[in-house]
Structure formats: C-alpha cells, structure tokens
C-alpha cells in the first residue's frame, strides 16, 4: 500500500493582525499562510451603517446577535507584500503606523 498524498497546509499559527480591534475599517495581517516577513493590507466591508444597525437591535432583539455577526462582508484585500527588519522603511511598526493613519483619515472622513 502506498503513502498517502501530501495535501499542502496553510500555516496560521504565527500570523498576528493589527489592529485588534475588529471595527476599524482598514487593519493588517502578518505572516499570513506562514510567509516570513509578509503583510496583507486589507479594508473591512460593513454591510449596515452604525444607524442601520442601532435600528435592527431595537426592532430584531431576538436575532440581533446573528445580524451583528453577518454585518461584516468579506474584506478587500488591497495588496500583499515583505516588509523589512526592524529599523528599515517600512518594517513592522512603520506598517502599524500607516494602518492607524489610514483608519484616523477614514474617521475625519465620514
């Protein structure tokens, strides 16, 4: 009997993201799939506004807990790409630092 087929794994054990908190519409993830000194920029999609969903918690109590958890679309992913070692441009912080410069203009923007 022969061995069995290898099947390739995507590797998720080492991948962070940034930043943690899950409303901000733009947000970062490292290592993704295992690629060593990788990032993926991506950009949230919200199906319902703020007020739209303010509206559904008051008129849909019994269900809103499934309306909040599928108001979250799948997010764009708008590039990937290496970053360098820590005190290069970009590295790890200067990356962190442009996701929460694109959230701060995305907030004076709406």
């Known amino acids: 009997m022969g ?22 519409p733009f947000y970062v993830e ?32 019994n269900i809103f807990p499934l309306v909040k958890m599928c108001n979250e679309g799948h997010p764009w992913n708008l590039f990937t790409s290496d970053h360098g070692p820590d005190g290069c441009v970009p590295d790890r912080k200067w990356i962190c630092w442009m996701v929460d410069a694109l959230n701060e ?3 004076r923007s709406a």
């Open 3 to 24: 061995a069995a087929p290898t099947v390739p794994t995507i590797l998720y054990e080492n991948m962070s993201y940034y930043p943690e908190e899950g409303k901000l």
């Open 30 to 61: 490292f290592e993704r799939g295992g690629h060593k000194n990788e990032f993926t920029l991506f950009r949230r999609q919200f199906i319902h506004s703020d007020e739209q969903m303010e509206l559904f918690e008051k008129e849909t109590l």
């Open 105 to 107: 203009k995305a907030e």
